[in-house]
Antibody, heavy 115, light 107 residues
């Protein structure tokens, strides 16, 4: 059974870069598209983007220019970088596997942007 | 971008009740709609995909309906474990947007 686990700093300073990693177990990262989603009280759920293991990406235009996703095949994980963060980027960040009936999300990680 | 309008935002019901949540898309999304259940501090769980198909292992009291722009999630005979937050997501066209969520609590 596939499991996804987010990791990274829980506190990021304004203007810095948020960096998160999603470790995938129970499935190969070469099999599907992999997404990042965030959830905040003010904005609800927001899809950040997805990546395929070959490097194909699609980002939400609302965040384009600040988002970078990458894949680490040997470690079977993928990552998110969000630059120039502000308080509005405070949220619970989820990683997820796309794929219709096989959609699975991680538990999520709270990232707070504060000095 | 495709907007999803979900209603109601909150709903109070009793064990044994039947409830329906609606999700309306701002344009035709065919049947590219999923429904998720989320409990506090937990990962969202997929209930329904392709608008009407129940994910394997999900209780049969959950059902999805609709096509195009109007969709529903119905829960028959509510059980205590069903009190949670429900949200819809479209995967027809990126960015894959979400409904605002419906909080289902015990009356």
């Amino acid at each position: 059974q596939v499991q996804l686990q987010e990791s990274g700093p829980g506190l990021v300073k304004p203007s810095e870069t948020l960096s998160l990693t999603c470790a995938v177990s129970g499935d190969s990262i070469t099999n599907y598209y992999w997404s990042w989603i965030r959830q905040s009280p003010g904005k609800g759920l927001e899809w950040i983007g997805y990546i395929y293991y070959l490097g194909n990406t699609k980002y939400n235009p609302s965040l384009e220019g600040r988002v970078t996703m990458s894949v680490d095949l040997p470690k079977n994980q993928f990552s998110l970088k969000l630059s120039s963060v502000a308080a509005a980027d405070t949220a619970v960040y989820f990683c997820a596997r796309e794929g219709g009936p096989l959609a699975v999300w991680g538990q999520g990680i709270l990232v707070t942007v504060s000095s | 971008d495709i907007q999803l309008t979900q209603s109601p935002s909150s709903l109070s019901a009793s064990v044994g009740d039947r409830v329906t949540i609606t999700c309306r898309a701002s344009q035709d999304i065919n049947n590219y709609l999923k429904w998720f259940q989320q409990k506090p501090g937990k990962a969202p769980n997929l209930l329904i995909y392709s608008a009407t198909t129940l994910k394997s292992g999900v209780a049969s009291r959950f059902s999805g309906g609709g096509f195009g722009t109007d969709f529903t999630l119905t829960i028959n005979s509510l059980q205590p474990e069903d009190f949670a937050i429900y949200f819809c997501q479209q995967s027809y066209s990126p960015p894959y947007s979400f409904g605002q969520g419906t909080t289902l609590d015990i009356k």
